[in-house]
């Protein structure tokens, strides 16, 4: 009797007891390329047993059990016109940044004043333990989802290092060495380069505080209104408080930078393994070419009519 007892409560001493989060992941920004970087860790958090509620306006075709896809409007099409690249190509760093806010505010305005899907979540009694959204340029707003549903904020951004999410995350930029995305040099830099990076660093910075506290603060509690919003803390403290930040880069495509420790690289998670091969005529000119292959993309925003004059 007393050897049963003794050989249960070492197995039961090796039981484990497991839940899956209830996670919401709020995205509705209309860029393929980054609906491409969220995708794959919408997919593997649900087919690791998590509830994931997905807001995407690219849902994925098949996806698993516990993915459930919120579809939102696609507003690329309302937010981008007028949009010309040759007036952002010769715009300021400054107006770069302010750029940014203005068009992602523009798809979150729209999707919270006409998007029913996102007007339910506001008004909705579920609940989270996780709330995903993107960050920081221009999506700073939807941080406060986390205070809604009293749920961890994690952060995921599409692109690579920036000043302002290292302002943010609590890491002091030095431009004597650490780029970013909007500078033209290495990170081999001469003086006159640091200098520039310098301006360049300090102007994203100016900019975006600027707009977090003119802008975004005001647009925050202009369409993100749910019961108990007025005593929500400010914008600044929300976006400081993110638990996580996942960070579309990797140092094996673009240079060593210190990270603050919550801010973790996350770069190739979206290749599958289980990715199709090429078609084999494809396939077999690519490896029969005397002089290799040369792969030119225009990406996922630009459109190829606009190449021609006149379009």
């Not at 919401?24 to 087919?47: D, G, T, Y």
């Not at 640091?194 to 005001?218: G, W």
């Not at 914008?235 to 408080?241: H, N, S, V, Y």
């Not at 673009?254 to 770069?267: D, F, L, M, R, W």
């Amino acid at each position: 009797m007393n050897l049963s007892i003794f050989v249960l409560l070492s197995l039961s001493g090796g039981w484990q007891c497991t839940s899956g989060a209830r996670i919401l992941a709020f995205f509705p920004m209309p860029w393929r390329s980054h609906q491409n970087v969220f995708r794959p860790l919408m997919k593997e958090l649900a087919l690791r047993g998590h509830q994931v509620d997905f807001f995407t306006n690219l849902p994925m075709n098949n996806p698993p059990k516990g993915l459930n896809q919120k579809v939102v409007k696609d507003w690329q099409g309302e937010v981008m016109k007028g949009y010309k690249e040759e007036d952002v190509a010769n715009m300021i760093t400054f107006n770069v940044q302010r750029n940014l806010v203005y068009y992602c505010g523009r798809v979150l305005d729209l999707t919270f004043e006409h998007d029913q899907v996102s007007k339910d979540l506001l008004n909705s009694n579920e609940t989270y333990d996780l709330v995903l959204t993107e960050y920081p340029v221009g999506n700073e707003p939807a941080a406060y989802l986390a205070h809604k549903f009293k749920a961890l904020h994690v952060g995921i951004m599409s692109f690579t290092d920036y000043p302002w999410a290292n302002e943010l995350s609590g890491l002091p930029t030095n431009p004597s060495y650490m780029g970013n995305n909007l500078s033209p040099s290495s990170i081999q830099l001469n003086f006159w380069e640091r200098l520039h990076n310098t301006y360049i660093s300090i102007s994203i910075v100016l900019a975006a505080y600027y707009d977090l506290y003119a802008v975004q603060q005001p647009r925050a509690d202009r369409i993100l209104r749910y019961e108990g919003w007025e005593n929500r803390p400010k914008l600044t403290d929300m976006m400081a408080e993110t638990a996580l930040i996942l960070m579309n880069s990797h140092p094996s495509t673009g240079y060593p930078n210190p990270t603050a420790p919550h801010v973790k690289e996350i770069s190739g998670m979206h290749i599958d393994p289980e990715s199709q091969p090429l078609p084999k005529d494809l396939q077999d000119f690519m490896d029969d070419a005397p002089h290799g292959v040369i792969f030119f993309s225009l990406g996922s925003i630009l459109n190829p009519a606009e190449l021609l004059a006149g379009g």
